[in-house]
């Protein structure tokens, strides 16, 4: 079963620190990695999808890894301003009991605080 | 490009009762997926439903039902609510179904069970 885990669970950071988030997965065997924003009582925003054969993406100031053999991807905020303050969620797709389409396995996610 | 919609917003059931939530993905999108939210067990896979087909099930009762129309529209049912249903109900969309594909969120049900 895959399990995928977050660290650290909380983070608060002033203004203009440059922050990464970590992720880890137990099975290395996932189409994609895709990682989330949630702001309180809201779904989920895509931020990076990083297929299985990439090695990161980058968006604006936002930029994710991936190492599929050792099972850890990173978010990398640059420069984080208080509009980033929300949780940011890892997933993982991968097949699920003869299911080539897969599901995604969520971590718990990191909450992120950044104060002016 | 309209978003993921799901409606309604916020529901109050009792215990016993039923419902049905509904979920309209990307105009263009084919597959939807199902996800339950809680502070205890995190998010987690209900169903995933292509081309009017469920794909994929997750680890949930049988009380817990979905189905998909011709236009891409689907629809989740509970039935016999317990306490423990209390979630945001979150559907997710893909254009092509396919293991690469990007998930796009709604907003969400929110569904409180008394």
């Known amino acids: 079963k895959q399990e995928v885990t977050q660290i650290p669970a909380a983070l608060s950071v002033p203004e203009g620190e440059n922050l990464v988030l970590n992720c880890s997965f137990t099975?290395?065997?996932?189409?994609?990695l895709q990682w989330f924003r949630q702001d309180p009582g809201k779904g989920l925003t895509s931020l990076l999808l990083?297929?299985?054969?990439?090695r990161e993406q980058t968006s604006g100031r936002l930029n994710a890894s991936l190492d599929k053999s050792s099972g850890r991807s990173t978010l990398y905020i640059a420069a984080s301003q208080p509009g980033d303050s929300a949780t940011y969620l890892c997933?993982?797709?991968?097949?699920?009991?003869?299911?080539?389409?897969?599901?995604?396995?969520f971590g718990r996610g990191t909450q992120l605080t950044v104060w002016p | 490009k309209a978003g993921v919609t799901q409606t309604p917003r916020y529901l109050i059931k009792t215990r016993g009762q039923q419902v049905t939530l509904s979920c309209s993905p990307i105009?263009?999108?084919?597959?939807v997926s199902w996800y339950q939210q809680t502070p205890g067990q995190g998010l987690q896979f209900l169903f995933e439903?292509?081309?009017?087909?469920?794909?994929n099930k997750g680890n949930f009762p049988g009380r817990f039902s979905g189905r998909q129309f011709s236009n891409s529209r689907s629809e989740m049912n509970v039935s016999t609510l317990e306490l423990g249903d209390s979630a945001l109900y979150l559907c997710?969309?893909?254009?092509?179904?396919?293991?690469?594909?990007?998930?796009?969120f709604g907003p969400g049900t929110r569904l409180t069970v008394t």
């Open positions: 099975d290395s065997a996932i189409y994609n």
């Open positions: 105009s263009g999108h084919r597959s």
């Open positions: 990083i297929q299985s054969s990439q």
């Open positions: 997710a969309s893909s254009l092509a179904g396919t293991s690469g594909s990007e998930q796009y």
């Open positions: 439903y292509f081309s009017e087909t469920q794909r």
């Open positions: 997933a993982v797709r991968r097949g699920d009991r003869g299911s080539t389409l897969g599901r995604l396995y």
